[in-house]
């Protein structure tokens, strides 16, 4: 990640009587600071940009060449980065409505050296900022990559298929009686609504079992998480390059990373260990007239709404018509079930479009779990 915020120096006193190994802990443990972005000069200055002499690093021109040199990086030329640049249309579609703003648009890259995009590691960095926003839409993009969003909707197609409610009306002491249709309407209600969680709480589970040991989701979601690439559409703030040293330059490694199937990104999967399970709105809050982006209402209100309808109606129709309990409440199942199935079946193709859509009409809201400030490799 970039360091172009001013910070405190390191205290005099503790930097003028010290040795080389001892100076270069220090920097280490004071970590994310102006060392850091000092070092991303000390290696532009050696690649032939603008000179630079850091105070904080001992020898600086010394580790530069020595930097550029086994990475053949002399006379390549180079420059900083603009400190934000835009997110893209993409990216910017999960923070509605709001938008991208503040550190989620600093960019991956700290150099630009010759063609390459490099992102520095000098010791222990974040992968991302650590905002809750930027780790959902990181989590939508990845999960939109590994293309297996019908595979999901087929499950939750799979669920809404097998509602079966209980026709067991023995524990409400339902004898038949006409006067108490209303009574077994509201059974009817409840018992498809208890089928209706059941397979809302089944899908959760699906959701929750894509993440474990999915190495494609993990590697989408490091990659993304690493390069900025969907998030800046490949402009000069997504990263292509990560280059890990230590403050004495010793041994540099530059890794080229473009793709999510890079050897590099594996590297760093069991250092970010990326996880996901699935919060859950409750029913009781979720009004009626609630509906999500795409225009349709969420799961629970839509089901809610049908099934009220259907049970008021029914019911009127039911001691119109002077019928028994048993095959009122067998029509009432009956059409209740075409209501839901019908509708599941118009907003498919539409679940189908992206996971957000799929999450968000299902009232969940995905708990990202990851290690971000790792250690990274060489």
Known sequence: MSYRRSIEQLRPARTQKIDLLEKSQILLQE???????????????????????SKLIPNSKKVGDNIVRKLKLK????????????ASKE??????????????????????????????KTGPAQLMSGEKKEATATFYTAMDKTGTVDKAVKQL??????????????????????????????????????????????????????????????????????????????????????????????????????????AYVGKLLKYVSPDVTFKSSQKAETKAG??????????????????????????????LLNEGVFDFIKRVYTRAMNWIKNFFNKIYEVLKKSYKAL????????????????????
């Open 157 to 262: 197609q799979k669920h809404i298929d097998n509602l079966l409610p209980s026709t067991d009306m023995t524990k409400l002491n339902i004898k038949g009686n006409k006067t108490e249709l209303i009574k077994s309407g509201k059974f009817a209600e409840i018992e498809i609504l208890k089928k209706a969680d059941e397979a809302h709480h089944a899908f959760k589970n699906d959701m929750r079992n894509v993440f474990v040991n999915n190495q494609d989701f993990a590697r989408e979601f490091v990659f993304e998480a690493m390069t900025g690439k969907t998030k800046f559409g490949n402009n000069e703030g997504t990263s292509d390059h990560f280059l890990v040293t230590d403050f004495e330059g010793l041994k540099p490694t530059i890794h080229k990373v473009t793709k999510s199937s890079d």
């Open 359 to 378: 999450i968000e009409f299902m009232d969940f809201e995905p708990q990202v779990r990851f290690n971000n400030n790792i250690d990274w490799p060489s």
């Open 75 to 86: 006379n390549k030329g180079g420059k900083m980065p603009k400190n934000t640049y835009p």
């Open 31 to 53: 970590g994310n600071t102006q060392a850091a972005f000092d070092m991303e000069q000390v290696i532009l200055s050696a690649a032939g940009g603008p000179f630079f002499k």
């Open 290 to 319: 609630k509906k999500t982006k795409t225009g349709y209402y969420t799961f629970w209100s839509a089901v809610k709404v049908g099934v009220n309808m259907i049970v008021e109606e029914e019911t009127k129709n039911g001691l």
């Open 91 to 120: 990216w910017s579609e999960y923070f509605k409505p709001g938008k991208p703003k503040g550190s989620t648009l600093t960019p991956k890259t700290d150099m630009l050296i010759g063609k390459f995009r490099v992102s520095l």
